[in-house]
């Protein structure tokens, strides 16, 4: 099912009361903080990147984080304040389902019902995500091969839902200089061999702000069909992820050199 040998065009997925579409390069930018912390924090990261110009907001409600003692999401109280985020800004929400339980709540609450790198390959997590009726964004898995990223997207076509995002995300590799490496390779390799968007996360792909406006650019460049990034108006106190979000000011020349780039494409 996510083969161009079986459907030859673009998956092009729409929302319902908006003009903002995810695929057949179309510049699909997704971006807010990693973690919705407070209802302020959340509302004001929303308004910059809605007058910026993205069509969809991302926030964590429940984070899959390294330590059992870090900051693990608001829960259903951060899906509470993204709807109203969604009301008040015309943006349509992003965010993760680590498990069967969040999945449920998520599916209720958001447009587009993220899967995380650590998930990608959690079976019974991607087919009941692929027995919801919303789009699933797929993160690709820190050390997954083109083909298991292509396999976990088909576990969620399986069961039905034909709205799948694909995601790179930066994968593990020897080098320290970034947090992952982000493997922009892996675009026109997809694109080459299946119908299904795929987004570049220049954020988690770097994990160093002064290197999230270039790899946008060169995501954008290679072909992406969109972005999905980290803004915070405060990244010095994020509760995650603080060293890879960007300020505002930056998200905004992120869209517009970003724009400029699919111009001419
Ligand atoms: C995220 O987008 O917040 C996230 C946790 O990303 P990943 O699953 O790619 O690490
Ligand atoms: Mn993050």
Redesign the pocket.
């Known amino acids: 099912l996510v083969s161009r040998d079986v459907k030859e065009e673009d998956t092009i997925i729409r929302f319902a009361g908006t003009d903002a579409t995810i695929g057949g390069h179309n510049l699909a930018v997704i971006a807010g903080p990693?973690?919705i912390e407070t209802r302020e924090q959340a509302f004001a990261v929303a308004e910059e990147v809605a007058r910026a110009g993205a069509q969809f907001f991302?926030g964590?409600a429940y984070?899959?984080r390294t330590s059992p003692y870090a900051f693990q999401g608001l829960g259903e109280e951060a899906l509470r304040i993204m709807s109203e985020i969604r009301e008040r800004f015309g943006l349509r929400i992003v965010t993760?389902a680590i498990d069967h339980e969040a999945l449920e709540l998520v599916a209720e609450y958001a447009d587009v019902i993220?899967?995380?790198?650590?998930?990608m390959q959690n079976f019974s997590l991607l087919r009941a995500a692929g027995r919801k009726r919303k789009p699933v964004l797929l993160?690709?898995g820190?050390s997954a091969t083109l083909e298991e990223f292509l396999m976990a997207a088909e576990y969620i076509m399986s069961e039905g839902n034909y709205e799948v995002i694909l995601?790179e995300?930066?994968i593990r590799t020897f080098t320290d200089h970034t947090r992952n490496t982000l493997d922009l390779s892996i675009v026109p390799a997809v694109q080459r061999l299946s119908h299904l968007p795929i987004l570049v996360?220049p954020?988690?792909g770097t994990g160093k702000r002064n290197k999230v406006l270039p790899l946008a650019r060169a995501a954008v460049a290679v072909g992406a069909d969109g972005l999905?990034v980290?803004v915070h108006n405060q990244p010095d106190k994020a509760l995650?992820?603080g060293a890879q979000s960007i300020y505002p000011e930056q998200f905004a020349q992120l869209m517009d050199e970003c724009s400029q780039i699919a111009a001419v494409l």
């Open positions: 990693c973690s991302r964590g984070k899959p993760e993220q899967i995380g790198a650590r998930n993160k690709r820190m995601c995300r930066g996360d954020s988690h999905i980290e995650s992820d």
